[in-house]
């Protein structure tokens, strides 16, 4: 069913802003969507492209048959040990962009039953992924890697605690304190990587257990030093040209400088300039996303797909976007962005899952620490779902992007450089 709906509303989605509502194809007698009708259909066409991404993922977690399941696809020259790693991405990515979704309250709608069906299994599978009597006990204790995923898994606690901490049993929540503790072996690297040891000390600090101030403390310094300028952060000492200030480092940042702010722990002053960076950053990236929905290719990670979007989707979901974007415009341009990568064959295997690639299936570029499960991470530029329907990011009427005025020759706003 849910794949019959989401073949069905496919080609209606991403149109907002493109189409005059009321309009009539020609040479046919049937009239285009109305606005009303395509916001519906974002929505709609949303939830069900990160059910068809999130399942596979989330029901053999709570099955325990994810290790039996979940395919092993490799970048070339994959250098890690994927049997000790993969299992953790998939499912801790997926749920840091599931988790606001996820905090939604239960309603009788196809889409409220749906979230809840997810959220019980997502539960189970937290369950079984820290129980050492289960098929998919997941890997905390080997590798490094593992402190990247647990970051995302923490990262999804802190998005939605009602939803996904609160109601684990005291068993299992002691048993993934103790996981996470055992993460405390590793020492991160010296770039993006710090802000991973960072959100699980940050967690420990949200839900009053022993936390080491140390290590959130160096990865907060260590931005503030590596802060380039006009939103953008050096991952490490030297500028990389990439996505990771989406991956990982606004997205990151500013939820700790958060926590520790509410907690008496940080100052107001650091999260709001970090905010605003962000915010920065949010409104380049949405320049980027040209009139097709297409956006630039490059950098690391590519693979990781939508999460490149993590902030834009982030601050709509907090109600920050910057004042030149409205929620409605990025709606439509995110959604031309997600009809343009996960519409393409070969982004899914013939069983659901995704595959190796940024528009379809395309292995080579793929890193040399790129897994199936490192893919999941795309749910990140999924956060919005956790705003309501009622939200004006879902009922404003469609709005066109940056680049689709600009290059219909509409007057846009003009770009420059901020100094904080």
Request: with cysteine; hydrophobic share 40%; net charge neutral.
């Amino acid at each position: 069913m849910e794949r019959r709906n989401f073949i069905k509303i496919a080609p209606l989605a991403g149109l907002a802003g493109v189409i005059t509502p009321g309009r009539v194809l020609s040479g046919t007698s049937s009239p285009l969507p109305t606005a009303t009708s395509l916001m519906e259909h974002d929505r709609q066409y949303w939830t069900q492209l990160l059910v068809r991404i999130c399942s596979p993922v989330i029901e053999n977690m709570s099955r325990g048959t994810l290790k039996k399941n979940l395919p092993l696809e490799l970048g070339k020259g994959y250098g890690l040990d994927v049997k000790q790693v993969t299992y953790l991405e998939a499912f801790g990515r997926t749920i840091s962009g599931m988790a606001p979704w996820l905090a939604l309250p239960d309603d009788v709608t196809a889409e409220g039953r749906t979230r809840k069906r997810l959220r019980e299994q997502v539960l189970q599978g937290i369950v079984n992924g820290v129980d050492p009597g289960s098929p998919d006990y997941l890997n905390f204790r080997t590798e490094a890697q593992p402190l990247v995923d647990a970051a995302f898994l923490c990262h999804a606690f802190l998005r939605a605690p009602d939803a996904l901490w609160h109601p684990l049993d005291h068993v299992t929540k002691e048993r993934v304190i103790k996981e996470l503790r055992e993460l405390r072996r590793i020492k991160p690297g010296y770039n993006n990587w710090l802000l991973f040891a960072a959100i699980i000390e940050t967690f420990f600090l949200f839900i009053n257990e022993d936390w080491e101030p140390m290590r959130t403390m160096v990865a907060i310094q260590k931005m503030k030093e590596w802060y380039a300028g006009d939103g953008w952060y050096s991952d490490g000492a030297q500028f990389s040209m990439d996505y990771y200030n989406g991956y990982v480092i606004h997205p990151m940042l500013t939820d700790i400088l958060k926590v520790l702010m509410d907690k008496g722990k940080g100052t107001k002053a650091d999260y709001e300039q970090a905010i605003r960076r962000m915010q920065r950053f949010a409104a380049l990236q949405e320049r980027m996303i040209a009139p097709d929905g297409t956006y630039p290719a490059l950098g690391r990670s590519m693979t990781y797909r939508t999460a490149a979007f993590q902030p834009l989707v982030q601050l709509a979901l907090q109600h920050q976007l910057p004042e030149e974007l409205s929620p409605a415009q990025v709606r439509c341009a995110l959604t031309a962005v997600m009809k343009r990568v996960y519409e393409m064959k070969g982004t899914f295997d013939g069983k659901g899952w995704l595959q190796l690639g940024i528009c379809g299936h395309q292995p080579e570029v793929a890193d040399t620490y790129t897994s199936t499960g490192s893919l999941y991470l795309c749910t990140s530029g999924f956060l919005a779902l956790g705003l309501p329907p009622e939200d004006p990011f879902w009922s404003a009427p469609p709005e066109e992007w940056t680049a689709q005025k600009l290059w219909s020759g509409k007057p846009i706003r003009k770009d420059y450089h901020v100094s904080y």
